[in-house]
């Protein structure tokens, strides 16, 4: 399966190279996205073979795309908590929470994953929208003392079942102690990292956050050398499996132009909260009313899809069009083709037949539960 | 001339596609940038050819990824102005301008070109960064009456000495007065279209605006059409002549880290003027402390360069790291190699030599006046 029909992308300082960017070439990179006006590693072998290495092994991406807004200062927690729903007198020191960052309108600016590294010290590591200015901006009026910037912090991931051992083989015995969006901070020989417990994957994975981009090509050689005994692979974020997993795009699968009970992130918005956050009147009303559309899971009915979206797929009810598909993919672990797609709440129950347009013509599907596959148990690994 | 080395990109429904999408790919078009989350075509026949279409002729450029952002309400002047450092009581209904959006800390969000269509209706044509979020983040607190979104709205470019006849040949005389930066709206046989006297080169030009996306093949065939007996031909957006006319490009010439004063920008600033704005307080302490590099012409010795930077190149002086090359191009019109670097305030003199790190090893050059050409002689045309 190949992701899409590609074109020429020239190379220019406008795309911001991530200090991983000469070791993504030289394991072959065939193809970039850009992403937070980086690029972004697309592929080096075909999506499947990727894959089957992830769910079986361990692989290595470079997610230097994921651009941190810090917030620091006095001020750096009520801030933060302004910035989104979710309630984060739950969250600890040292630990990570998923998070949406909406609008006035309730509309999703972006949705990152916060790490709170210190009592008034926060990163959102960004999904792709400018969001360190939708930070800066709404801190113009807000009367709080609080510093935002962009700081010199560039991730990798390190995904699959056999992941634990290579970070165990890294940082030693107390990484394993680390709960699901945990983190904490390390020093490996004298690159200093931050590790989370979290993943674009429904497979064990951490994430290593270099803060030191003159030291890219020391970490990568680190991990790629503590990986050899267990068969790692460098690969391309999984489109695939993060499907599978229930996991959303941002700029795909939801926008500015949604909210978040429409595209099943209702559980990040804490609207009892005594905190006031941007938005929360408009989420409120939403959730009163009820969303008036729903990203459903989709199984699309023949043979297996060729290759994913290159534009969103017209989806029709009865005939008329409701809707349009915002990601699909061929699951060669559940031998199905899955995705999503963005419907009117009167299509959105289970079972619901519906007809897409794809470019090789009509395809039935039916609305079914995500995520597709169980967390607890996995996919079939052969 | 190749613009640089190229990689594949893969289609996705992330890159939103134009009005004109499939117009481009008729025309041939053989790459896309990744451009406001948008393909931008980056080029339908070597550069040097589509630079001598644009110079002797004309040509139509699909830059729909100059995505607007609109505000209106009763108090959008107020806050408009709140969002730009250029006075904009000297901006009449129908006039344009070119701004730039500052941060708190006088750095540059964008540069559009602001277009007045009505008493509390602007739209800012944008640069290469979200600067939705950011008007909208400002506004959070701002307790001004204002509506901010995305319109329906796509600009093509039509660009050339040849461009007069041909929107006259579309909207008649009434085109014709149009000042420089003036604008005005239209009505092409039922397609709406805002009028204005801009555009990215040295040569005349307009830009036509399309207010509803579900026109656009519409549009494209009618200027083709109008453009046939002037030679119109489909080219991206001229590298070569923006430089050669002193244009800068955000996100290579500038960034956030930039204050309009370093990139000789500053007189986009009115300090004097009664309205606060955004980065007043900061923006004056820059001016009076003098900025601390600039952003300078160049012109590189030596033979035609084969290609534009992919990669900022780093410049010295004296043997020590100063700064870095922004754009560089190979001017086939005043022959030889120009173009922009941003180094300390004590090598932004006239006449300095620098020493630049290309990919293809050392090259001497010496810091020149800019624009490398006087947009009232033109360039020689042959």
Same mark, same amino acid.
């Given at each position: ?23 993504? *070439?030289?394991?072959?990179? *065939? ?7 980086? &690029? ?13 290495? @992830? ?26 908590? @302004?910035?989104?729903?979710?309630? &984060? ?5 040292? *630990? ?27 990163? @959102? ?10 930070? #800066? ?26 992941? $634990?051992?290579?970070? *165990? ?18 020093? &490996? ?59 959303? +795009? ?36 939403? $959730? ?31 005939? +008329? ?40 013509? #009509? ?6 539960? #995500?995520?597709?596959?169980?967390? #607890? $148990?996995?996919?079939? $690994?052969?």
């Amino acid at each position: 399966m190949q992701p899409s029909t590609a074109t020429n992308l020239w190379f220019y300082p406008c795309y911001r190279r991530s200090p991983f960017f000469a070791a993504t *070439q030289k394991a072959g990179c *065939q193809g970039y996205d850009i992403y937070n006006h980086m &690029l972004l590693p697309g592929g080096y072998a075909d999506a499947e073979t990727e894959y089957w290495h @992830l769910v079986r092994d361990v692989t290595l991406w470079d997610v230097s795309v994921e651009r941190q807004v810090e917030i620091t200062g006095p001020d750096a927690f009520r801030f933060t908590n @302004l910035l989104t729903p979710r309630d &984060l007198t739950q969250c600890g020191v040292w *630990q990570c929470k998923y998070v949406v960052l909406t609008a006035a309108d309730g509309g999703i600016v972006n949705d990152p994953v916060l790490a709170r590294i210190g009592e008034n010290h926060f990163w @959102l590591a960004l999904a792709n929208s400018d969001a360190l200015l939708w930070a #800066k901006g709404v801190a113009i009026n807000a009367g709080m003392d609080v510093e935002i910037c962009e700081p010199d912090v560039s991730p990798l991931q390190v995904q699959g079942p056999k992941s $634990k051992q290579v970070v *165990q083989a890294l940082f030693g015995e107390k990484v394993l102690a680390l709960k699901y969006y945990d983190c904490m901070s390390a020093d &490996l020989d004298g690159i200093p990292v931050v590790v989370t417990r979290t993943g674009w994957t429904g497979e064990v994975g951490y994430e290593i956050y270099l803060r030191d981009g003159s030291r890219g090509e020391a970490l990568w050689d680190r991990i790629m050398e503590a990986g050899q005994p267990h068969n790692i692979k460098v690969i391309a974020p999984s489109e695939i499996r993060r499907i599978e997993a229930g996991i959303l +795009n941002y700029g795909h699968d939801m926008t500015l132009d949604n909210n978040p009970y429409e595209v099943g992130l209702g559980w990040l918005v804490d609207l009892d909260q005594e905190a006031d956050f941007v938005g929360k009147k408009a989420l409120k009303k939403i $959730k009163a009313e009820g969303p008036k559309r729903k990203l459903v899971g989709i199984e699309i009915h023949g043979g297996p899809l060729d290759c994913w979206p290159e534009a969103y797929w017209p989806v029709s009810s009865n005939g +008329n069009q409701v809707g349009h598909v915002t990601s699909a993919a061929y699951s060669p672990g559940l031998k199905k083709n899955i995705g999503y797609a963005l419907v009117p709440i009167e299509c959105a129950g289970l079972d619901t037949r519906l007809t897409l347009e794809t470019p090789d013509g #009509k395809a039935d599907a039916t609305v079914v539960r #995500k995520p597709f596959v169980d967390p #607890k $148990k996995g996919i079939p $690994k052969s």
